[in-house]
């Protein structure tokens, strides 16, 4: 199973980006994807997270109003909106999915699988 993250890029403060993840390879419908993203000297941070069937969306608490995913379908696909960049929203953001789970996770071990990370820049 292969998650592929795009839509990444460099803009500035203030703009928006889509990113989108795709599956491949995979026979199953995942429980829930989702994205996380790592900063520069800074730990992993949960962003966002989205049920595959029967709704339900997190999105963590920082980045609520600004960001928000979509998707969460059979197709195992996923997309985050995010507006109003920031310069701290710079990051690697990575596409995440679970097969299994009874709730939606904000903890990345509890996520299968892992997207290489698509580069999201944001200048001043």
């Known amino acids: 199973v292969q998650l592929q993250a795009s839509g990444g890029g460099m803009v500035q403060a203030g703009a928006s980006l889509r990113l989108s993840c795709t599956t491949s390879?995979?026979?199953?419908?995942?429980?829930?994807m989702g994205w996380f993203r790592e900063a520069p000297g800074k730990e992993r941070e949960f962003v966002a997270s989205?049920?595959?069937?029967?709704?339900?969306?997190n999105i963590a608490e920082s980045m609520k109003g600004r960001f928000s995913i979509s998707g969460g379908n059979a197709r195992n696909m996923v997309h985050l909106q995010m507006n109003s960049l920031q310069v701290e929203d710079t990051a690697v953001y990575y596409c995440?999915?679970?097969?299994?789970?009874?709730?939606?996770?904000?903890?990345?071990?509890?996520?299968?699988?892992w997207g290489h990370g698509t580069q999201v820049t944001v200048s001043s």
């Open positions: 989205i049920r595959s069937t029967g709704g339900g969306a």
């Open positions: 995440v999915g679970s097969r299994y789970g009874d709730r939606l996770y904000s903890a990345a071990n509890n996520y299968d699988y």
């Open positions: 390879g995979a026979t199953f419908v995942m429980y829930s």
